[in-house]
């Protein structure tokens, strides 16, 4: 089957395996321009694999990846975030050794190169693009924190915001409220849906709460294959997933 | 340098082939306990030299606490010495370990720095200990000579001895690491630490005895050293980058992959050795490892895992 | 570690302190000296401010304590200390006692380099006794050169250099080797050599002059040259290599811990050396410790001094040697070389009559120093030494046999036309 | 700006004192101290903190640790040499040899004609170039091979090693060319000055000052660029920082380059100054000393780096001239201690346990000073 060119993400028949045992096995995956997707699903199913197939960190054994319908399998981390994919991990993942400032600043889309990072001008312009994002994330008034000593979910947030300084089209979150305080889960939720406005967005979680208050499509996955998808409703009457969750 | 004939070329083919294995015994001897603590446990010991200086010092030792006291035993004084330089080098790892390295095993940089500073002062050790001058280690007669195979081909006996104690003390490991409850500890706490601690393994213990094994075999390849090799106080630190590119050329998880890249090393260099000078052939045998750990950085035998 | 420690390297301290001890006692024995007449005043003998009072002279002693030299040269210190001891006992060089500063080298040839200036520039010594390695002369020679210190050197070595400043106490090449290869060509009618050297200047220029001896002049052949890293312990494949052109000599300037090495493996390939000839140049007594004297008995070395050379010399000086560093040790060819510097410099001291450098340079050539371990020496106006060259043959015991001296003194020729 | 880089301007402050201080030291106090011998001893340290202040960057900064620096070293201070050997070498001072105008060592290996490779150092310019791009090519080559493959870690560290062993038996085999152990000995003018006398070598002492102070700030200008940040980030979250859309590889090997390059320049330096080169320079044991250099002064600190070195080398000379049998004891001690109690070296104990006791404001962080503990790159 030939790719059909309307999918902001097409992924294909996608395997990979680790020393033979297949943790995603055939996989098809589509994924609109606008949409926010939720993948769900018992742990070791091939959710965070899913995501570093994707991003590049992991290779495909086999199986094709299209991004803005051109083929991205093979490609390197950095120009596949180039192309405009963002992703965060599982735990947050930001340089604890810089300030929040900084940790944003370098996230700016400019100065790649080794002589554009050498020569590099703070220009205002750059300032209040970071204060600009800063804000959305709620640490306007954290920017001069070293981040180490930031609490667990402003860390998130700060990792959600170093993608958002990228402005990517399609954004993929790795349990974006594990271990959040309620409060700040309603404010994550609040964060996703701004978010959203003009990009899309594939988030992988375990709390349902916080999936109903976001989902419009869920992909549940079991060992490396889909399981069903649909919306929240249809999904969480499907007799597979049942058992799935609840059978074990 | 060919103008050898063919029944000639062949016996020296048998030959290097054998001197080949000889050198393979002895990578392998010598990176097993280091395969051990740098595969296992990530620790970078640079004093590992010295771990083995000290088995041979150890064998040194008893081969005159024999002669002077046991003259009836002294036949098989070796393999009393290889026990004590084991328990040896083994008690000074756990002490190590436990004064020094367990301090560190967050920074497997920093374990290389703390034990570069220990190889120096252990060097030091052994020279105010035994002296600056080497030491001879006397061989009991029967392991001196070697054994005519045909009129051209001679085996010797000493060589024979290093190979059957290397695949012993492998097959030991091996056993240990993957058939004893103690391996799969372990190999558990490798693993994944945190886990492992939580389902009750004492990982600070198993640590301690990994470390202390290592040094332990490395106190018994620095024994069978005595029968090829000198011994001095700074003998040590001439094998150290050998015995650890053998083990990251082998790929540091994989006991396999140790014994395969001993083989390969050792082969290559023997047969160099006899076409070329020592020198270059050393050269060329480091370029080969170093260009194929460039294209394949985990080594040969490596478990492909997601990170 | 240290549970293990025979107690006998506690020796080794008390033995310096002994030795101290000893120093101050014969200097304050010899106090009433000063008061003789003919003790010539400072100011004559050192016109060049060099730490010379009325009743001290200081001299240096540069070797390695540390590093990997330190196996070697620990035999020449030792040597050294003793020359110096007895010359204090006999009243001093110029009716002044010799105070010596030793510095360690490191077994870094820098740090020779900058130990040895220290020793000029800062402590002003009359003389230093000192280097082992070709690698350490060549750093401290432009500094003896720049600073115009005086620099005993007790190695044998590959000559090729020549120098004011310098007094070889050691064989040059040619004095070392000719004498040898005729011997094996005459007594074992030798026809095919094997060379082996380890990988640096020594060895490689000493095979250089053997090969031509070998060739040009003793018109035989030479089978094979090979050489092998510092410190290499792998010798199997060029014993097989012997094993199939089987050299009538196996000619080998093997040294440090290879040697150790080299002989257990040939031992082990089943080449008994008491059939198979081998000749050395680079195993002294001292090295035969390491290597067992069962793995290297029936070798031959060819140098100029052995511990068992019986002449009345020797018979006072192993004796005073064992009593001061102890009955284990042994002495070899270079340290006996490093026991002559201390002598010579005193004799050529007195001869000038003075300490300065340049009057000492100048009185070298022609000094005699009868009391020699090894007989007799001569400066040469080259500034290396007459000595015979001699034949040993190892026993079990680590001993050498002395089987053959060469009739005449042997003249040193760092330069050898048609060697080179 | 000044409202926003107002934290992260003490460290900085903190820095360009530290350098004031560097160089009153070594400019003024120094000279003026010590007798020319001892000053020349100074500024063959001050060679290795070249070294040092290099592996700041590629160690400390950006976690890769690397044990060949004594190869680049090496490589600089032969280059050097290879000229002045030339020089050395006229017909005139070499006629006794059987080929005159060639270096003694080569005669003395029958080698009777001058190579080809050697032949281009009998220009100056291209000697001194040579000393800084020849030890940047092979970086160059090194890291775009390893890091390129996402090698790191301890494998990198061990490839060094062995690249650094490779050269010594090199340099060592190769003898006819390279001198061997001995080294290239006997250097005495450069373009007809002669570099032994005391003149000479205060002049020396002082170009070599000169030299680090430009070392300190190239160093200084990299680690507080945006590059510098991009550096500390790689070491602490290389994924993040590729998934921030650059190539790690890349900035890798520019910093591995650049210390190589300073390496270099401190090996011609030591050339100059101690009037030879060998190959006791390149080996393993020199390579790691200089490591331990950098980690006692603070493997974050440009300043720390260089007073660790003078630290540690005078510490060693007193040892070794006090009581030779034991400095080793002396210096295993010292590395221990220093990697087990202060990693951050000297540099951490000052603005941890010092200055916050002398200064009102506390908890210096920022890539210039100090910096927190770096967690070593992962091993691939």
């Not at chain 1, 991205?72 to 405009?84: L, P």
């Not at chain 3, 003789?36 to 730490?51: E, F, I, K, M």
């Not at chain 4, 030879?276 to 002064?297: K, L, Q």
């Amino acid at each position: 089957m030939s790719s059909s060119t309307d999918f902001l993400l097409a992924l294909e028949d996608v395997s990979v395996s680790f020393d033979g045992f297949k943790a995603v096995d055939g996989l098809n995956l589509y994924v609109d321009k606008g949409e926010l997707r939720v993948i769900i699903g018992p742990n070791g199913a091939g959710k965070t694999t899913v995501l570093d197939l994707i991003c590049g960190r992991t290779r495909v054994s086999g199986g094709s990846i299209k991004f803005k319908d051109q083929e991205i399998t093979g490609w390197k981390e950095q120009e596949i975030v180039r192309r405009g994919i963002g992703r965060k991990f599982q735990t947050p993942t930001i340089y604890e050794d810089l300030t929040v400032f900084e940790n944003l600043e370098l996230s700016v889309p400019r100065g790649r190169d080794v002589v554009g990072a050498l020569f590099w001008k703070r220009t205002d312009e750059v300032i209040a693009r970071v204060r600009e994002v800063a804000a959305m994330i709620y640490l306007q008034d954290q920017l001069e924190r070293s981040a180490e000593t930031l609490s667990h979910g402003q860390k998130q947030w700060l990792e959600i915001g170093m993608l958002l300084i990228q402005d990517p089209e399609l954004l993929m979150l790795d349990e974006p409220v594990a271990g959040m305080s309620v409060s700040e889960r309603i404010k994550t939720a609040e964060l996703l849906n701004e978010i959203i406005k003009n990009r899309s967005v594939i988030v992988i979680e375990h709390d349902m709460k916080f999936v109903e208050s976001i989902a419009h499509r869920v992909t549940v996955m079991h060992q490396g294959k889909v399981l069903a998808e649909g919306d929240m409703a249809t999904v969480q009457n499907n007799p597979k997933v049942k058992e799935v969750y609840l059978g074990h | 340098m060919f103008g050898y004939s063919l029944g000639e070329l062949g016996s020296i083919l048998v030959m290097q082939g054998f001197s080949g294995l000889i050198l393979f015994s002895v990578y392998l001897l010598m990176a097993l306990g280091l395969a051990i603590i740098f595969g296992q446990m990530g620790v970078i010991n640079m004093a590992h030299g010295e771990f083995m200086i000290l088995g041979a010092y150890m064998t040194y030792f008893c081969s005159h606490l024999f002669a002077s006291y046991l003259p009836g035993l002294y036949a098989g004084y070796f393999f009393v010495a290889m026990i004590v330089a084991f328990i040896a080098s083994g008690t000074a790892g756990l002490i190590v370990e436990w004064a020094l390295i367990r301090r560190l095993y967050a920074r497997p940089l920093d374990t290389l720095l703390a034990t570069w500073g220990l190889s120096l002062i252990m060097q030091q050790a052994f020279r105010s200990g035994f002296g600056a001058r080497e030491v001879g280690v006397e061989l009991p007669p029967w392991m001196m000579g070697s054994l005519q195979v045909t009129d051209t081909i001679e085996v010797q006996i000493n060589g024979l001895f290093v190979m059957g104690l290397t695949l012993l003390i492998t097959a030991g490991v091996a056993v240990l690491m993957f058939k004893s409850r103690w391996g799969l500890q372990v190999r558990s706490v490798m693993a994944n630490r945190t886990m492992a601690g939580a389902v009750g393994i004492d990982t600070r213990r198993v640590d301690r005895l990994t470390f202390g094994l290592g040094c332990g075999i490395a106190g018994i390849a620095g024994s069978a050293f005595t029968m090829i090799g000198s011994t001095g106080p700074t003998a040590g630190q001439l094998y150290i980058v050998d015995t650890f590119l053998v083990v990251v050329f082998g790929g540091a998880q994989s006991l396999l992959g140790t014994i395969a890249s001993a083989l390969t090393i050792s082969q290559s260099q023997s047969t160099l050795e006899f076409f070329l000078t020592g020198s270059m052939a050393k050269v060329i045998t480091l370029l080969i490892v170093i260009g194929i750990l460039m294209l394949r950085p985990q080594g040969l035998f490596a478990l492909k895992v997601r990170r | 570690m240290s549970s293990e420690k025979p107690t006998g390297n506690l020796l080794v301290p008390t033995r310096r302190q002994l030795l101290a001890g000893a120093a101050t006692l014969s200097a304050t024995a010899m106090l009433p000296n000063l008061a003789r007449a003919d003790v010539p005043l400072t100011s004559a003998v050192n016109t060049t401010g060099l730490a010379v009072t009325d009743t001290e002279v200081t001299v240096g002693i540069l070797h390695s304590v540390t590093g990997t030299m330190a196996i070697s040269e620990t035999g020449s210190v030792e040597a050294e200390k003793l020359a110096i001891d007895q010359i204090n006992a006999q009243g001093g060089v110029l009716g002044r006692k010799i105070k010596f500063i030793q510095e360690d080298g490191a077994s870094d040839w820098p740090t020779f380099a900058e130990k040895a200036k220290k020793l000029l520039v800062q402590d002003k010594c009359a003389a230093v006794m000192g280097c082992w390695t070709s690698a350490s002369r060549k750093a401290v020679l432009p500094v003896f050169e720049q600073y115009n210190g005086m620099l005993y050197y007790p190695t044998f070595y590959e000559g090729l250099e020549q120098s004011k400043n310098v007094i070889y106490t050691g064989q040059e090449a040619t004095q070392q080797i000719l004498a040898g290869l005729n011997w094996v060509e005459k007594e074992k009618g030798a026809k095919t050599f094997y060379l082996l050297g380890s990988d640096y200047i020594w060895p490689r220029t000493s095979n250089k002059i053997a090969r031509k001896h070998i060739e040009n002049v003793l018109k035989l052949k030479v089978v094979g040259e090979e050489y092998f890293p510092l410190g290499s312990t792998q010798f199997n494949s060029v014993i097989n290599k012997m094993k199939l052109v089987k050299p009538d000599v196996i000619y080998a300037i093997i040294v440090g811990g290879s040697n150790v090495a080299f002989y257990k493996q040939l031992k082990a390939a089943g080449i008994d050396l008491t059939k198979q000839t081998l000749m050395t140049i680079s195993v002294t007594e001292d090295e035969i410790l390491g290597i067992g004297g069962e793995n290297i008995v029936g070798a031959y070395a060819c140098m100029k001094y052995f511990q068992s050379l019986d002449n009345p010399n020797n018979k006072a000086f192993v004796p005073a040697f064992k009593k001061m560093w102890g009955e284990k040790t042994v002495i070899g060819d270079v340290t006996q070389a490093a026991y002559l510097g201390p002598w010579l410099w005193k004799l050529t001291a007195e001869k000038a009559g003075s300490f300065d450098i340049d009057k000492i340079a100048a009185a070298s050539p022609g000094v005699e120093f009868k009391g020699a371990p090894e007989g007799y020496v001569r400066i040469h106006e080259n500034h290396h030494l007459w000595s015979k060259t001699r034949v040993g043959r190892a026993r079990l015991d680590g001993q050498y046999d002395v089987i053959y001296e060469t009739a005449e003194l042997m003249e040193p020729n760092p330069f050898p036309k048609g060697y080179q | 700006m000044s409202a926003l880089s107002a934290v992260r301007n003490d460290p900085r402050r903190l820095e360009l004192i530290g350098f004031a201080l560097v160089a009153i030291l070594i400019i003024i106090v120094l000279p003026l101290a010590l007798d020319i011998f001892r000053l020349n001893l100074v500024g063959k340290y001050l060679t290795y903190a070249f070294v040092a202040i290099g592996l700041v960057l590629c160690w400390g900064h950006t976690g890769i640790l690397s044990l060949g620096q004594g190869l680049f070293f090496g490589l600089g201070g032969y280059c050097m040499a290879a000229f002045l050997k030339l020089e050395a070498s006229s017909v005139a001072n070499t006629k006794i040899q059987s080929t005159p105008g060639i270096p003694d060592f080569m005669d003395w290996n029958q080698i009777t004609a001058l190579p080809f490779f050697w032949a281009p150092f009998k220009s100056l310019p291209f000697a001194l170039i040579a000393v800084i791009l020849v030890p940047t090519i092979l970086a160059f080559i090194i890291g775009a091979a390893l890091f390129k493959r996402r090698v790191g870690g301890v494998y990198f560290a061990i490839i060094t090693q062995a690249m650094a062993l490779v050269l010594t038996i090199l340099i060592v085999g190769q003898q006819g060319y390279t001198g061997g152990i001995n080294g290239i000995t006997d250097l005495r003018t450069l373009l007809g000055w002669d570099i032994r006398t005391d003149g000479a070598k205060y002049i020396l002492y002082f170009v070599c000052c000169v030299l680090l102070l430009g070392t300190m700030f190239v160093a200084r200008f990299v680690l507080a660029s945006k590059l510098g940040r991009i550096l500390v980030a790689t070491r602490d979250k290389e994924d993040r920082v590729r998934f921030s859309g650059y190539d790690v590889a890349n900035y890798k090997i520019f910093v591995f380059c650049l210390a190589s390059a300073m390496a270099g320049v401190g090996g011609a330096m030591f050339t100059l100054q101690v009037g030879f080169m060998s190959p006791s320079f390149v080996g393993i044991v020199p390579s790691i000393d200089m490591v331990i250099f950098c980690a006692v002064g603070g493997r974050n600190s440009i300043v720390g780096a260089v007073a660790g070195t003078l630290l540690v080398n005078w510490a060693k000379t007193m040892f070794s001239e006090a009581f030779p049998e034991l400095w080793l004891f002396a210096m295993g001690g010292l590395f221990i201690a220093v990697v087990v109690a202060f990693p951050r070296g000297l540099a951490g104990v000052m603005t941890d346990q010092i200055l916050p006791r002398l200064t009102s404001f506390k908890g210096f962080k920022g890539t210039g000073g100090s910096g927190a503990q770096p967690t070593p790159a992962p091993a691939e």
